[in-house]
């Protein structure tokens, strides 16, 4: 691993997350008469409305991905149809704003992962980013920069979604689940992290293609 690298994208990392931003309750699409309480509330949210943004840009990425394949192409429209639906079903969730929420970041995480035009400098995502732990699976973690920024980190799996909490030095996120609570707070190129019911550990982060 390039040491010198990786401690110069964790820092613009912890400076991307650290920056304050302002964003308005305005999606990609038009809230003049929106359809359904998964759409509402997206237009009446500015968070939620700032996911819907960085989501249909990095989905624009994805398309213009050189090299892309027309049938790679064609799975990633049909793939963006059924989370569309899917996201559009939280309606149904007894925390309707946490998984849209929800729905939003691993969506963010999953195009970053698979499409390079996804991962073009811009926007309020960053990542994925590598986090090696001493025995474990590798996993990922992408960064969100809204407000309150949020972190995915994926394993081989599962998927968490964590915000990020007041802390004296690096960034710490965290999340409360039904088996226990996650933390991954980074610092340069360490991270602390504790996974639903297990124990502590110090893990490494680096560089993901």
């Known amino acids: 691993m390039n040491i010198a690298r990786t401690v110069s994208h964790t820092g613009m990392l912890l400076g991307l997350l650290a920056a304050s931003q302002t964003f308005a309750a305005t999606p990609s699409f038009s809230c003049a008469r929106p359809e359904g309480a998964a759409v509402k509330a997206v237009c009446s949210d500015d968070m939620l409305a700032a996911l819907d943004r960085e989501t249909a840009r990095l989905y624009g990425l994805a398309r213009a991905t050189p090299g892309l394949s027309a049938q790679r192409k064609n799975e990633l429209t049909a793939v963006q149809r059924g989370w569309i639906k899917g996201r559009d079903d939280c309606w149904k969730a007894s925390d309707a704003t ?8 691993s969506r963010i995480a999953e195009l970053r992962a698979g499409y390079k035009g996804a991962r073009a400098k811009g926007g309020v995502s960053i990542g994925p980013v590598t ?43 965290t999340g409360q689940y039904p088996d226990g609570e996650a933390t991954f707070w980074q610092k340069g190129p360490e991270a602390f992290v504790q996974l639903p019911g297990g124990k502590d550990q110090t893990c490494r982060v680096g560089l993901s293609g």
């Open 98 to 105: 946490a998984c849209i929420r929800d729905a939003y970041i």
């Open 131 to 173: 986090v090696t732990c001493p025995g474990s699976p590798p996993m990922s973690a992408t960064f969100v920069n809204v407000e309150p920024s949020l972190a995915y980190l994926a394993g081989s799996d599962r998927g968490l979604v964590m915000t990020i909490a007041r802390s004296g030095s690096g960034a710490k996120y």
